[in-house]
């Protein structure tokens, strides 16, 4: 049973890993976003210039980025500078682990798979499953808190209070857009749920039949 539970927390932790990096990378959700929040008329800013500004951004939460990060057209103060290289190290560790926990995974999975043993799917199902229903709930209950007990469990420093005045990216970064990336991740990790429950039924009834 303990290869079975190793298994499913190896899976459930490349789930989790995996729906954070693909909605990190899914710049059409935050270009559809400069739309829906009116982020060109609010802002002043022209799209241009707000998608530009953003995809630098995202490439410097890459894991493969090696540099400090440079605005092209807005100024950043020490604090936000700070603030940005703490989500950076957020980021690259989620990327660093994504891949050989996966590869762990996936290779104790087939190990299982030919003794002819998926209880493992079914237990990543579950795990994969429930946290997303505590943080939904928990989101649902009250996002705006839900959002500030977030970055004081992972940041140990008020710097992500931005000043816009100071650093004024903050202007094209609207909670709401937050929200949005928290509802993919959690939809990612559902889908992860709901393939690992699929491939275990079928195995079932493959050697049942």
Known sequence: MFKHFFTALALTLCIISASVVITLNFRPLYYADIHHFNLAEETGFSEEMIRKNYDVLIDYNSVFYHGELSFPDLPMSTEGRIHFIEVKNIFVFIQAVLLPVGFIGSLAGIFLLKKQKPVYLKLTSVLSLTIPAVLGLLIAANWDRFFVLFHKL?????????????????????????????????????LGSVICLFCYRRQISKYEG
């Open 154 to 190: 992972f940041f140990n420093n008020d710097y992500w209070i931005f000043d816009e005045t100071t650093d004024p990216v903050i202007r094209i970064l609207p909670d709401g857009f937050f929200l949005h990336c928290a509802f993919m991740i959690l939809f990612l990790i559902i």
